[in-house]
């Protein structure tokens, strides 16, 4: 037998929606965005396949009230008819050899409700590698370019990313936080040389050299300050 194909938590998601009799129009619209793929997404036979495949799988590795359930139903109807009750069953059972984990090749309409797939897409992100190297090329305030996802998609995204690292082979560095990049650090700056960029690097991760920070510039007034800043890069904050 060739390896099993596996299947994401949308893609669950979306067969258990069907199952509890909704229309393969509204599964399509809440779950899928079926024009990001090449050719576009047959929502209906992706889900009849995927229940063949579970079925099948079921029927081979599943718990002997799992087989005898789906085999009752061969037996009455001539095919597998999922029931909430079987398809959780199986749903279950999938943990161990159907569930698929995220991947830095796979697309994002794949792992992402359209709202959100289209969103990155328009940013020219199709995949999740592309997503987290975004992230990592602009830093903390990386949403902030992408209509309709605010702080609080952006920490769900981050956390889901770091969550599968292994998986995807690559992780969102720890220092990409959501702190408000202008928002004075938590501790002093540490100044040091920055060299190599080819782009321009997202404000919290500035470096600057100490000859070069103001410190010790001719700006500076050591009797009264209007500015509570140490160096350059405080006052660019404040």
Do not use: C
């Not at 509890?20 to 050719?39: C, N, Q, V």
């Not at 599943?62 to 079987?86: D, F, M, N, W, Y």
């Not at 990386?142 to 209509?147: D, I, K």
């Not at 050299?209 to 103001?214: Q, T």
Request: hydrophobic share 45%; net charge positive; proline share 6%.
């Amino acid at each position: 037998m060739p390896a099993p194909r596996t299947y994401s938590r949308t893609e669950f998601t979306a067969l258990r929606a069907r199952v509890k009799g909704l229309s393969i129009a509204t599964i399509a619209r809440a779950y899928f965005d079926s024009e990001a793929t090449e050719p576009p997404l047959d929502v209906e036979r992706l889900l009849r396949t995927m229940r063949d495949d579970l079925v099948a799988l079921a029927l081979r590795e599943g718990s002997s009230v799992l087989v005898s359930q789906l085999q009752a139903s061969i037996a009455k109807h001539g095919e597998a008819r999922l029931t909430p009750v079987t398809l959780q069953l199986i749903e279950e059972a999938a943990d161990q050899w159907a569930a698929a984990q995220p991947a830095a090749e796979h697309s994002l309409a794949r792992w992402f409700r359209p709202l959100i797939a289209e969103r990155l897409v328009g940013e020219g992100l199709r995949t999740i590698g592309e997503l987290v190297a975004f992230i990592e090329r602009r830093g903390g305030s990386w949403w902030r370019s992408v209509p309709r996802i605010g702080v609080g998609r952006a920490r769900v995204l981050v956390a889901w990313l770091r969550r599968h690292a292994s998986t995807i082979g690559h992780t969102v560095d720890a220092d990409v936080t959501l702190a408000d990049p202008l928002a004075p650090p938590a501790t002093s700056a540490t100044f040091t040389v920055t060299t190599g960029a080819a782009h321009l690097a997202p404000l919290e991760r500035l470096a600057v050299p100490a000859a070069l920070s103001g410190a010790r510039g001719a700006d500076r007034s050591p009797g009264f300050a209007y500015v509570r800043a140490a160096h350059d890069l405080d006052a660019v904050r404040l």
